[in-house]
């Protein structure tokens, strides 16, 4: 009966002890970042130790890159397969933390922690290839590149290139900042929120600045659409419903006194119902329309959607929670509350049942409560063991309920 805690309590124990190599291998990965598609030695790196770890079927390489890989533990027994997911990828960011471990790549930096989630999931392989007897199914270790980007996605090429088949259900982590290092965290249903860009561009008819009347400046719409984007969020859609349109860019004109032909804006839509994502692009088209003709110009927009919500199946949630709980205790599991924030993680979501939760990393006393994508971003390693230990436990629960029916197979929520 206490098979489940048992089994985590010896996963616990051997990732306490392989704190130190856990930490020397994220130091490996912050010294040495990669950006998006580019994680060429990365993935080498990985592949090597999963080899050397005797995983099988050891895969490197998707969307035509070098990046990537995936790889298969196959228990002593056969049953169900349960994924596991960490990103590579890091961000063209120059650091400036002076650790001896920073970064050796100018220019680029782990600043989002995808260095913590590698070496996490690396030491859950290696703690649970030590573990096959126990292994009642087969885990699969994904180990997903350009994250970070939004498009194109890591986790959408690795999913055309047949990752997910035969998996039954996956999870994934991420580390926290903001959250008091140790303190994890889960939610059911929606947790991330889906993530959109437009374009949009005003045409008018360019002139002399002293002469307006003789020209038709794109200007005055644009201005118009920063203000009345907004009436979107606040008069249109149900204010227990959350909607974010943010203008991260507008682009137009040379000098002082020249009314340009043309003024571009470009945006990023975040939302957590598919429902309400759904309507965005209408309402954007309608806004920026209508206050075209009335300022006599013209207007073309364009909405590229990236990711979907991140939403996480609620019995898997519940296998992780309870696993959670029985590897760090009850005091250092709570609920999260929803990020506005995005993760690509969704993709694998919509093709099967998954979680994604958080673990803190925060702990101001050692400076590691920058936000992420600072170059002063750091973590508290001293966590990291932890993060393993999550892994591993939630593979072994998750195996364990799929073979006993407690969690059965069920579509995910289907997202435009
Ligand atoms: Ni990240």
Redesign the pocket.
């Known amino acids: 009966m206490d098979y489940l805690p048992n089994k985590i309590i010896e996963i616990k124990k051997s990732a306490s002890l392989m704190s130190e190599e856990i930490i020397a291998t994220r130091r490996h990965f912050h010294r040495n970042p990669e950006m998006s598609w580019r994680e060429t030695e990365t993935s080498l790196y990985i592949a090597r130790r999963l080899e050397e770890w005797g995983l099988t079927d050891v895969r490197r390489g998707f969307g035509g890159t070098e990046s990537g890989v995936v790889a298969d533990l196959a228990g002593d027994a056969p049953g169900p397969c349960v994924a596991l997911r960490a990103?590579i990828d890091a961000l063209p960011v120059f650091e400036k933390n002076d650790a001896d471990w920073r970064s050796q790549n100018l220019g680029v930096m782990h600043a989002?922690?995808?260095d913590a989630?590698m070496s996490a999931l690396l030491a859950a392989a290696k703690i649970l290839a030590a573990m096959k007897p126990d292994i009642r199914g087969r885990i699969r270790f994904i180990f997903q590149p350009a994250?970070?980007i939004g498009a194109p996605s890591g986790a959408r090429a690795m999913i055309g290139e047949g990752v997910l088949d035969g998996v039954d259900a996956i999870g994934g982590m991420?580390v926290w900042s903001f959250v008091r290092a140790g303190l994890v965290q889960w939610k059911s249903g929606p947790v991330m929120a889906s993530s959109d860009r437009f374009d949009i561009k005003f045409t008018g008819m360019g002139g002399h600045g002293a002469m307006p009347h003789d020209a038709i400046d794109p200007f005055v719409p644009t201005a118009a659409f920063v203000h009345a984007v907004q009436t979107i969020a606040s008069r249109e859609i149900n204010p227990l419903e959350a909607v974010v349109v943010s203008i991260g860019k507008i682009a137009g004109g040379a000098v002082h006194n020249i009314i340009p032909d043309e003024v571009e804006i470009y945006g990023s839509i975040r939302a957590f119902n598919p429902e309400i994502r759904r309507t965005m692009e209408d309402r954007l088209r309608r806004v920026a329309d209508g206050i075209a003709s009335a300022h006599r110009c013209q207007c073309e927009v364009k909405v590229e959607y990236l990711v979907p919500s991140v939403t996480n199946d609620a019995p898997l949630t519940e296998v992780f929670r309870r696993a959670a709980v029985l590897a760090v205790g009850e005091g250092n599991v709570g609920e999260s509350p929803h990020l506005m924030v995005s993760?690509d993680f969704s993709f694998f979501q919509e093709k099967i049942p998954g979680t994604f939760f958080f673990l803190g990393v925060g702990n101001p006393a050692i400076g590691a409560d920058y936000p992420?994508h600072s170059p002063l971003f750091t973590i508290d390693e001293s966590v990291l063991a932890t993060g393993a230990a999550l892994y591993a436990a939630f593979g072994l629960s998750a195996l364990e309920s799929l073979k006993s029916g407690l969690l059965k197979a069920h579509e995910p929520l289907k997202q435009p």
Request: aromatic share 0%; proline share 0%; charged share 40%.
């Open positions: 990103d989002c922690g995808h989630h994250e970070e991420h993760e992420h």
